[in-house]
T-cell receptor
Framework: SQTIHQWPATLVQPVGSPLSLECTVE??????LYWYRQAAGRGLQLLFYSVGIGQISSEVPQNLSASRPQDRQFILSSKKLLLSDSGFYLC???????????FGQGTRLTVV | EDKVVQSPLSLVVHEGDTVTLNCSYE??????LLWYKQEKKAPTFLFML????IEKKSGRLSSILDKKELFSILNITATQTGDSAVYLC????????????FGDGTTLTVKP
């Protein structure tokens, strides 16, 4: 069966520090991978998606970047965090086509 | 710009009540409408609706899609405290990337 791992669960970082959030999927190959951010009381905003290794599409201009160095690994990064980067970050995958997404447990990031 | 709007944003009911959650969408290249339940962290999948007028049902939950009016509803009958959660509606776009546009969610609170 497929599983998705996302870490860390919580993170407190000072403004200007770097960020690296990691997500890995097991039990499938060539998944579509997604990074979402959820502000308090809001829905999920799609930040990045990837349909293959090294293929990254950005949905919104921002202070973040994403990379997919391996088929089932998706990384969200920042060189210098801003206060506005605080939020709940969710990684997700689907096998493509007309299917639902499967989500990781999320990372709550607080930038102080 | 693709848009999904949910209403109401929050709802408080008592156990045993029936609730109806609403979702309207304006999405280019629409493929399917999905409902998720988010209790603490990871949203979990409830329904996918692709065809108009065909009700999907799972226990006390049911949902239907109207592709002419660009609208979907999620019904929960005989609510229980365990139904308390944020219910997210998402419009899945056609294409291999499997991108979804999410609404802001409806926060349902069921009181004993």
């Amino acid at each position: 069966s497929q599983t998705i791992h996302q870490w860390p669960a919580t993170l407190v970082q000072p403004v200007g520090s770097p960020l690296s959030l990691e997500c890995t999927v097991e039990g499938t190959s060539n998944p579509n991978l997604y990074w979402y951010r959820q502000a308090a009381g809001r829905g999920l905003q799609l930040l990045f998606y990837s349909v293959g290794i090294g293929q990254i599409s950005s949905e919104v201009p921002q202070n973040l970047s994403a990379s997919r160095p391996q088929d089932r690994q998706f990384i969200l990064s920042s060189k210098k965090l801003l206060l506005s980067d605080s939020g709940f970050y969710l990684c997700a995958w689907n096998p493509g086509g007309n299917t639902e997404a499967f989500f990781g447990q999320g990372t709550r990031l607080t930038v102080v | 710009e693709d848009k999904v709007v949910q209403s109401p944003l929050s709802l408080v009911v008592h156990e045993g009540d029936t609730v109806t959650l609403n979702c309207s969408y304006e999405v280019t290249n629409f493929r399917s409408l999905l409902w998720y339940k988010q209790e603490k962290k990871a949203p979990t999948f409830l329904f996918m609706l692709t065809s108009s007028g065909i009700e999907k049902k799972s226990g006390r939950l049911s949902s239907i899609l109207d592709k002419k009016e660009l609208f979907s509803i999620l019904n929960i009958t005989a609510t229980q405290t365990g139904d308390s959660a944020v219910y997210l509606c998402a419009a899945l776009s056609a294409g291999g990337a499997g991108k979804s546009t999410f609404g802001d969610g409806t926060t349902l609170t069921v009181k004993p």
